[in-house]
T-cell receptor
Framework: DQQVKQNSPSLSVQEGRISILNCDYT??????FLWYKKYPAEGPTFLIS?????DKNEDGRFTVFLNKSAKHLSLHIVPSQPGDSAVYFC??????????????FGTGTQLKVEL | NAGVMQNPRHLVRRRGQEARLRCSPM?????VYWYRQLPEEGLKFMVY????????ESGMPKERFSAEFPKEGPSILRIQQVVRGDSAAYFC?????????????FGQGTRLTVV
């Protein structure tokens, strides 16, 4: 069963505009959420995270919003740049998993930023 | 400060052979995680190890797969008698010893192809 879902497999945005990537989760015990960016033939690179005690976290052009009641989070990238073109994975973890940082990943959204 | 190192980057095995994938965590990290990414899918957790201990192997297939993280040397993911369905990208991640709910850092992955 897919506990973390990214329902949009792809997204195309013009350079300079805002990119909004969405993620839904089903397990209310998750208490930490992360976004990773992945280029082809490379490993995922950490972008930004948010704890369940917050509803927003910002780092430069990247902002993550968390709506716990809706079990929904989103990643906003503004302004979008061509170098942002990659696959973005949403991931979740929780202390209920028995310690450590075992991550449950969504299936990813391919972002393409066009000139 | 080297990142997570995985080798080999690419591995080709014939059906029935053994595959050994190696992972050296970041300096100072003693938690290692292995994930598998099948084509067109997200990353799936396989196993979580600390030095000389398997903490959580709930994502490991019951047969042919094993993992270790010895006191000295890299973590090893071993797949015996490989089959075509084992073809995937295998990623290792590491995180610091004492922190929960922090980001995990990924290696570049090993792409296993079974022919």
């Amino acid at each position: 069963d897919q506990q973390v879902k990214q329902n949009s497999p792809s997204l195309s945005v013009q350079e300079g505009r805002i990119s909004i990537l969405n993620c839904d989760y089903t397990n209310s015990m998750f208490d930490y959420f992360l976004w990773y960016k992945k280029y082809p033939a490379e490993g995922p690179t950490f972008l930004i995270s948010i704890s369940s005690i917050k509803d927003k976290n910002e780092d430069g052009r990247f902002t993550v919003f968390l709506n716990k009641s809706a079990k929904h989070l989103s990643l906003h990238i503004v302004p979008s740049q061509p170098g942002d073109s990659a696959v973005y994975f949403c991931a979740a973890s929780g202390t209920f998993t028995g310690g450590g940082n075992k991550l449950t990943f969504g299936t990813g959204t391919q972002l393409k930023v066009e000139l | 400060n080297a990142g997570v190192m995985q080798n080999p980057r690419h591995l080709v095995r014939r059906r029935g052979q053994e595959a050994r994938l190696r992972c050296s965590p970041m300096k100072g990290h003693s938690h290692v995680y292995w994930y598998r990414q099948l084509p067109e899918e997200g990353l799936k957790f396989m196993v979580y190890l600390q030095k000389e201990n398997i903490i959580d192997e709930s994502g490991m297939p019951k047969e042919r797969f094993s993992a270790e993280f010895p006191k000295e040397g890299p973590s090893i993911l071993r797949i015996q008698q490989v089959v075509r369905g084992d073809s995937a990208a295998y990623f290792c991640a590491s995180s610091p010893r004492t922190e929960l709910n922090t980001e995990a850092f990924f290696g570049q992955g090993t792409r296993l192809t079974v022919v």
